[in-house]
C-alpha cells in the first residue's frame, strides 16, 4: 500500500487546520481546501514546512462546482482517498424575527448540502480504500449545537443537527463499503468563528482545535469493527452562552 491520503475542507485555520496538521504527522497526503485563498496558501505553506505532501484548492465550499473541482483535483494528485474531513462551517446568530435569507441559505448550503455532496464526489475512491482496508473514515464537524437547539443559533443548530443525522445514516448506508463516519460535536472551541463569544466565553476557558485533532488520531487507530458514530465535547459546566434567549 502507498501513501494514504486526505482531504480537509475548511482547513485554512481553527480545527481544519489543526486536523490536516495531525493528518500530516501521520504520514498523509493532504488536499486542504478553504474559501479564502490568502489564508488557504498561508496554512498550506505552513504544512509544506512541516515537510508534508499537500495541494490546496481555494473555492466557495456551498457552491458545487467548487466541490466538484476539489474532489477532482484530490483524485488527480493523490489516486486515493483514506479520510475526508468535512469541516467548512458557517454560523450567524440571529433571532428567528430577524432571520437574513442569504444568511440562512449560506449556513444551509456550507454546513448541510455540501457535506451531502462532497460525500457523493468523493464514495468511488472511498469505497477503494474501504475494500482494500476497511476502515476509510469520514469525520464530519457538527456541534454540541447539534445536539441540543440553541436560542439565537437556530439555523445553524438546524443544520449541525442535520450533520448528526446524515452522519448516522451514512453508518447504516455505508458499513458494507468499510467506510465509517463520525460526527464531531464540540462546544465552545478557541477559534476564529468563536470570535463573536469571546466577550462572553473567556478563551483560555474554551476547548482547543488540537482536543479536536487529537481525537481524529484515535479515529485512525481504531480496528475496522468499531464504529464512532459521535464525539461531544465539552467546557467543565457546560460552557452556555449566557444571556441570550
Not at 498550506?44 to 512541516?50: F, H, K, M, S, V
Not at 467506510?179 to 466577550?199: N, R, Y
Request: with cysteine; aromatic share 6%; hydrophobic share 45%.
Amino acid at each position: 500500500m502507498g501513501q494514504r491520503a486526505a482531504l480537509v475542507t475548511g482547513a485554512s485555520s481553527g480545527i481544519g487546520l489543526a486536523i490536516a496538521e495531525m493528518l500530516g504527522e501521520e504520514g498523509f497526503g493532504l488536499t486542504v481546501a478553504a474559501r479564502r485563498a490568502d489564508k488557504l496558501q498561508a496554512a498550506a505553506d505552513g504544512l509544506r514546512d512541516n515537510g508534508y505532501d499537500v495541494q490546496q484548492v481555494a473555492g466557495n465550499l456551498g457552491d458545487e462546482d467548487t466541490i466538484k473541482a476539489v474532489a477532482a483535483q484530490h483524485a488527480e494528485r493523490f489516486g486515493r482517498l483514506d479520510v475526508l474531513v468535512n469541516n467548512a462551517g458557517v454560523g450567524f446568530g440571529e433571532l428567528v424575527g430577524d432571520l437574513t435569507t442569504k444568511k440562512v441559505d449560506l449556513q444551509l448550503n456550507t454546513n448541510l448540502r455540501a457535506i451531502f455532496l462532497f460525500y457523493r464526489e468523493c464514495a468511488p475512491l472511498l469505497k477503494v480504500a474501504g475494500a482494500e482496508h476497511a476502515n476509510a473514515l469520514v469525520v464530519n464537524t457538527s456541534s454540541i449545537s447539534g445536539k441540543v437547539g440553541e436560542a439565537w443559533l437556530s439555523v445553524y443548530s438546524a443544520t449541525k443537527h442535520g450533520v448528526v443525522g446524515f452522519t448516522q445514516a451514512m453508518n447504516k448506508e455505508l458499513a458494507g463499503d468499510g467506510i465509517k463516519s463520525t460526527a464531531l460535536c464540540p462546544g465552545f472551541v478557541d477559534t476564529p468563528m468563536t470570535a463573536f463569544v469571546k466577550e462572553h466565553v473567556p478563551a483560555e476557558t474554551m476547548i482547543t482545535p488540537r482536543d479536536i485533532a487529537e481525537s481524529v488520531r484515535y479515529l485512525l487507530k481504531t480496528s475496522p469493527g468499531c464504529v464512532i458514530p459521535e464525539i461531544q465535547f465539552l467546557q467543565p459546566g457546560g460552557g452556555a452562552l449566557p444571556g441570550i434567549g
